[in-house]
């Protein structure tokens, strides 16, 4: 199975702060990796799929890149209802696997 | 207006069975592959498991844990796919999610529903 390690497990940050989470997976996966957001109690929310392709609906500050073992989320300026939990997830081959998770916390 | 509802969950005993039922509104489900994700409580994400589309035979995939235990089946009448759990223990429970893929793209998901809480416990 492919390993995704996500870094770091938490962070703070304040309002309009540029914000970098970053997903390793143990082997190459091309483009295959999605992101998402979730806030306590609720579902998770597909923020990027492909690595970099925004989702429908989701705010602009939210960009992806990356490729190959090596991934990064940003958020350009944080905003209050950003704050969260982001996974990553790859979809290269089954079984699909998540990261730990990155929990987003007011500073 | 798309929509994803999850039903089913409740408690059960270590070693029953529960089906849980994800209904689709506003879209035809048949054309979708849909996927079902875990999460334990107070844990991260777990992929269960996944029924791919009519054009793909509704062919389905699962994680190892749960792989000779859970199946997946589909209703095209009520638009549903259902997650049934056999031989169920307490490492099962969870908030069970689906989740659709998007349109043509079936190893990403777009929309997702609420959740449905399995407790497993004697």
């Known amino acids: 199975d492919i390993q995704m390690t996500q870094s770091p497990s938490s962070l703070s940050a304040s309002v309009g702060d540029r914000v970098t989470i970053t997903c390793r997976a143990s082997?190459?996966?091309?483009?295959?990796l999605a992101w998402f957001q979730q806030k306590p109690g609720k579902a998770p929310k597909s923020l990027i799929y492909g690595a970099s392709g925004l989702q429908s609906g989701v705010p602009l500050r939210f960009s992806g890149s990356g490729s190959g073992t090596d991934f990064t989320l940003t958020i350009s300026s944080l905003q209050p209802e950003d704050f969260a939990t982001y996974y990553c997830q790859h979809y290269y081959d089954y079984p699909f696997t998540f990261g730990g998770g990155t929990k987003v916390e007011i500073k | 207006e798309v929509q994803l509802v999850e039903s089913g969950g409740g408690l059960v005993q270590p070693g029953g069975s529960l089906r849980l039922s994800c209904a689709a509104a506003g879209f035809m489900l048949s054309d979708h592959y849909v996927d079902w994700v875990r999460q334990a409580p107070g844990k991260g994400l777990e992929w269960v498991g996944r029924s791919r589309n009519k054009a793909n035979s509704y062919r389905p995939e699962f994680a190892a844990s749960v792989k000779g235990r859970f199946t997946i089946s589909r209703d095209a009448s009520k638009n549903s796919v259902f997650l049934q759990m056999n031989s169920l223990k307490n490492e099962d429970t969870a908030v069970y999610y689906c989740?659709?893929?998007?349109?043509?793209?079936?190893?990403?998901?777009?929309?997702w529903g609420l959740g449905t809480l399995v407790t497993v416990s004697s």
């Open positions: 082997r190459d996966i091309s483009n295959s």
């Open positions: 989740a659709r893929d998007r349109p043509g793209d079936p190893g990403v998901w777009d929309y």
